[in-house]
């Protein structure tokens, strides 16, 4: 059994939270500030950037390697890897400390819940499937 297609969507995570996270360290170093963010707007929203993919990123990968364990087709775990990456990448271009209602943020967000959603109902639905 091999996941090769959750294990490419698993890399691009990792690199995106590598990348996101790296922006919360090196702003750290310029601000002196170890933990926390000190009242410090920027490195509150940088925080925020990395934390909102982590939220996500366990229980999304997980619901797609189940589906691909599962037998489900390439093109739809495709579907869902991708969008669930432009999701992601998406949300902390429109996460912006003075606008709550950025549309990148608000795509970003419903895209990443989206995926979560279909994923989890197409293993529930998979479960519910071998009952009969």
Request: proline share 2%; no cysteine; aromatic share 4%.
């Amino acid at each position: 059994m091999t996941l090769h297609i959750t294990g490419l969507y698993l890399g691009l995570t990792i690199i995106l939270a590598i990348i996101l996270g790296m922006r919360v360290g090196l702003y750290r170093g310029k601000t002196k500030v170890s933990i926390g963010d000190d009242g410090n707007q920027e490195l509150a929203l940088r925080v925020r950037h990395h934390g909102n993919l982590l939220e996500t990123a366990a229980l999304t990968l997980l619901a797609i390697g189940v589906l691909e364990i599962n037998g489900t087709s390439a093109t739809t775990l495709h579907a869902l890897g991708v969008a669930y990456i432009v999701a992601r990448i998406l949300h902390p271009i429109g996460l912006k400390a003075d606008s709550i209602t950025h549309p990148l943020r608000t795509i970003g967000a419903m895209g990443s819940t989206l995926v979560m959603l279909i994923s989890g109902l197409m293993a529930i639905g998979q479960y519910v499937g071998t009952l009969s």
